[in-house]
C-alpha cells in the first residue's frame, strides 16, 4: 500500500509546484503506462525508445484520471492538472519512491553491471547472503525474488515505479538487502535515478545493445555502465581486472575498490583452475587467494567465466561480513537458476543443462566450454524466437553444426510464426556439413526426445529458454518449464529401468 497524500504534497517534496486548484487532488498510484491509470492516479508522460507517453494522456483522462506530469503541454479538460517539469523520467522515480516512503533508503542496494554475468553473478550473490541469515532481494533476468517468492520482469532492471514497488513490498517482507541487475538501459534511462548503491560490481565488458532503439555507440553503451560504479553514492566498487576495459570503466570511482582477476594479482584471485564432472553433474573448481586466505572453491556451473562471477560474488559477500567458510559452502550448493544450469535429473550417465544461450556467439560459448568436458556426445537442442531474430537463425545453425556432435531443432518462441520456417532457415547456416539432426517442431516434444534419446556420457544443452516459465505461442504465453519436462520424463526413464 502506498502512502496515499495531495497532489501538492507529493509534488513538493520532488520540488515542484502545483497549482493552487489542483492542489487537493489526491494520489495514491504513480503510473506511466495509460492502461493502468484509474482514479487517483498520477500519469506520468515518459518519452520511450518506440513511443511517447504524451500521446497517451487521453487515454489517461478517459480512465478517470487527472493528474497528469508532462515536460510538454497535453490537449485535455480543464479539470485535469497538467503539470510540467523539465525530466519525467527522473521525476518518475523521485515521485514513486516518495510515494513508497522511500523504502530503498533502508535497505543496502548491490547492483551489478557487465555485459556478461550479471544474472549468475547475483544469484550467487543472493544465495550467499540469504544462507548466512541476511534476508536479501534479488530483482533482475531472472524476475524478482524474496522470501521464497518469484515474479516475472519485463526487463533485468524494471521502470523505476516498478523498481520501488518491488523495494516496499520486500521491505515489508524484512528484506534488508537487495540485489539487482542494472543494465545500461537502467542508466540511460534513468531507471535507477535517485538511488544509492552501497557496493557495486563490474564484470566485463563487449559490445551489445548497440543500434536500433538501444545505445548509438559503443562508447555509449560503455560509459551508461561506467556511470553505475561513479555516479550513484558507491562506497565500495568490485571490478574485473582481466578485462581490457577495466581501467576506462573504473576512472571516476572514487570508492574503496576490490579487483579480482584469474590472470593476474589480485585482491581477490583464483588459480588451480579445474573441470570437474560427475553423475549427471559438472562444474569448475578452483583456489581461492583473498590476502592471506587461501581456500578451494568448488562451483556447480562450468565455465573459467564462472570462476570471474564466483570472484565477484566472494567480495561482494565478505563487504556484507559473510565468513569465507560461509562462501565457499553456499558456491559449493548453488546453481543459478537458467544460466549454465545443471538439471538434477535421475539419469546419472547423462547431464543435462539448460542455459538463455540464444545467438552465435553465446551458442558458440556455450558449446565450447561444454566440450571441455569430453562429452561422448555434445548435444543441443536450439530454436530461436518467431516474427524476428531472422538473421540470427542462419549463424546459430552454423555455430551448432560446427560444435554440435547432434543437434535437435525445435522452436523458442514462434509466436505466429511456423515453427518449421525457424527450423529451415537454422538449417540454412548448415552448409554442407553433415552433422546429424532432428527437426521436432513442439518443443515440449523436442525436450522429451531429448531426453529419452541421451546416451551415457552425453552431455545435453537446452539452449535458449534458461529461467523462462513460459513459451509463446500465437501470441499466447503458455506455461512452460523446461527444467520440469527434463526431470519429469527422466523420472519416467529411471522407473523403467
Known sequence: MTNRMKLSTLLSRVGIKVPRKYAGLQIDTVCYDSRMCSRDTLFVCIRGAVTDGHLYAKNAYERGCRAFLCEESVDLPDDAAVVICENTRRMLALVSAELYGRPADSMRLIGITGTKGKTTTCLLIYSILNAAGIPTGYIGTVGVMYAGRRTSTLRSTPESADLHQHFYNMKQAGITTVVMEVSSQAVYMDRIY????????????????????????????????????????????????????????????????????????????????????????????????AGDVERRILLRTPGSFSVYNALVAVAICRRCGVPYAAIASSLSKTTPLGRFEVVDASLPYATFVIDYAHNELSLRSALTVLREYKPSRLVVL????????????????????????????????????????????????????????????????????????????????????????????????????????????????????
Request: hydrophobic share 40%; charged share 25%; glycine share 8%.
Open 382 to 497: 536450439v530454436g530461436s524466437v518467431g516474427g524476428r531474430t531472422f538473421s540470427r537463425r542462419a549463424p546459430i545453425g552454423a555455430a551448432i553444426s560446427e560444435l554440435a556432435d547432434f543437434c535437435i531443432l525445435t522452436a523458442d518462441d514462434p509466436d505466429f510464426e511456423d515453427p518449421m520456417d525457424i527450423i529451415h532457415d537454422i538449417l540454412e547456416g548448415f552448409g554442407d556439413r553433415d552433422t546429424p539432426f532432428v527437426c521436432i517442431p513442439d518443443r515440449r516434444e523436442a525436450v522429451r526426445y531429448a531426453v529419452e534419446h541421451a546416451e551415457p556420457g552425453d552431455i545435453v544443452l537446452f539452449a535458449g529458454k534458461g529461467h523462462e516459465s513460459f513459451i509463446l505461442i500465437n501470441g499466447e504465453h503458455v506455461p512452460f518449464s523446461e527444467r520440469s519436462i527434463i526431470v519429469e520424463t527422466a523420472a519416467e526413464l529411471a522407473e523403467k529401468v
Open 194 to 289: 535517485g538511488l544509492t548503491f552501497d557496493a557495486c560490481a563490474f564484470t566485463n565488458l563487449s559490445p551489445d545493445h548497440i543500434g536500433g532503439n538501444e545505445h548509438p555507440t559503443f562508447e555509449h553503451y560503455r560509459d551508461c555502465k561506467a556511470r553505475l560504479l561513479s555516479d550513484y553514492g558507491a562506497s565500495f566498487v568490485v571490478y574485473n581486472a582481466d578485462d581490457e576495459n577495466a581501467a576506462y570503466m573504473m576512472r571516476n570511482v572514487t570508492a574503496l575498490t576490490a579487483s579480482v582477476s584469474v590472470k593476474n594479482t589480485a585482491d581477490y584471485c583464483a588459480d588451480n583452475v579445474s573441470n570437474w564432472r560427475e553423475k549427471g553433474s559438472l562444474g569448475v573448481s578452483f583456489t581461492l587467494h
